[in-house]
């Protein structure tokens, strides 16, 4: 496809489960970044890589957070022990190099019970 | 701390109309880009527009304008003949201080146009 993918486009977790966010960027992007998004407000950024280093995580709002982009592609975003407040939307986005417009995707909409 | 103010939660404009929206960052880079994005209701985010910070000259996209003041770090973006199809959120980017590989957003303003 011509632009960013995200799957699933919708989850609902019980608190406690862990749950797996994918994102495919545009093919031949370098850059990829994850935000947070509540509900009327920005996003907010959570981590980004250049290829398959992860070079910023400073967003990640705790250790249950974990993203990875083993081969410089495909990233997932992982969050373990899922807890009410983890619910929102979360953005994948990918730049053709660092500084670069970002190009997002549709987005995951979580929602912890 | 935020880096990106957008002090305008609100706006409505009627259509065909002109309306501008404010934008103020803080990053301490020399060169650098500025972006302004688009967010309908329930639908992803796409790109209106962007600035680079060592061109004195105005981005221009159509429509819409931005009007760039790098000394005072403003980036307000300007919607010419507005349609309703422009109803949406809008958000201010800019890369944090310190930093030009991530962007920070602002908390965004809801435009509605209305005929």
């Known amino acids: 496809g011509a632009g960013v993918s995200q799957s699933p486009r919708y989850k609902v977790a019980k608190r406690g489960q862990d749950v797996a966010l994918r994102c495919d960027p545009i093919?031949?992007?370098?850059?990829l970044f994850w935000y947070q998004q509540a509900l009327g407000q920005g996003p907010e950024f959570l981590t980004y890589?250049?290829?398959?280093?992860?070079?910023?995580k400073s967003g990640l709002p705790s250790d249950r957070f974990f993203a990875e982009r083993p081969e410089g592609s495909v990233s997932t975003l992982k969050i373990q022990r899922t807890q009410q407040e983890d619910s929102a939307v979360y953005l994948c986005?990918?730049?053709?190099?660092?500084?670069?417009?970002?190009?997002f995707g549709p987005g995951t909409r979580l929602t912890v019970l | 701390a935020q880096t990106v103010t957008q002090s305008q939660p609100e706006m409505s404009v009627q259509e065909a109309e002109t309306v501008t929206l404010s934008c103020t960052y803080d990053?301490?880079?020399?060169?650098?880009?500025l972006f302004w994005y688009k967010q309908p209701p329930s639908r992803q985010m796409i790109l209106v527009i962007r600035?680079?910070?060592?061109?004195?000259q105005n981005a221009t996209e159509n429509r819409f304008s931005v009007n760039f003041q790098k000394a005072a770090k403003s980036f307000s973006l300007k919607i010419s003949d507005s349609q309703l199809g422009d109803t949406a959120m809008y958000f201010c980017a800019s890369p944090p201080p310190g930093n030009t590989d991530k962007l920070i957003f602002g908390t965004g303003t809801r435009l509605q146009v209305f005929p």
């Open positions: 986005a990918s730049s053709r190099r660092i500084g670069n417009e970002q190009f």
């Open positions: 093919s031949g992007h370098v850059s």
């Open positions: 890589f250049q290829n398959e280093a992860q070079l910023d």
């Open positions: 600035q680079e910070a060592y061109k004195q």
């Open positions: 990053t301490s880079e020399n060169n650098y880009y």
